[in-house]
């Protein structure tokens, strides 16, 4: 369960626009035992197929979105971690081996607070 009044735990940090690489989150500091980590990445491809989450993390869940001319996409990652003792994380990247250099991918991170 979340704190709804308040639910972040820690101060979100600013995304990492990767580029030509796999997106990497950045690092969090949690200020509460048991606060869930949640790394999101997005990647400009058609490929929604072959991401991993990165080591550690669970609940992988991908999404794609395609234009209608399919000339544009973006691919959207998220997987959670549970942090039992507050502190720093850095969650590694999210791992595709079919990327190519022409895709521009970023990362951000969020903690939720337990209620």
């Known amino acids: 369960l979340v704190d709804t009044a308040?639910?972040?735990?820690?101060?979100?940090p600013a995304e990492t626009s990767t580029g030509?690489?796999?997106?990497n989150p950045p690092s969090i500091t949690t200020s509460h035992n048991n606060a869930m980590v949640i790394a999101f990445g997005a990647v400009n491809s058609t490929d929604n197929t072959s991401f991993t989450a990165p080591s550690g993390y669970t609940e992988?869940?991908?999404?794609?979105a395609l234009d209608s001319t399919a000339v544009q996409s973006c691919v959207v990652m998220m997987a959670n971690k549970l942090l039992?003792?507050?502190g720093a994380e850095n969650p590694a990247a999210f791992t595709n081996s079919a990327l190519t250099a022409d895709e521009d991918t970023t990362g951000w991170t969020i903690a939720l607070k337990p209620a």
Do not use: F, Q
């Open 6 to 12: 308040s639910p972040l735990s820690g101060t979100v």
């Open 20 to 23: 030509n690489d796999e997106p």
């Open 60 to 64: 992988l869940t991908v999404s794609a």
């Open 84 to 86: 039992p003792t507050a």
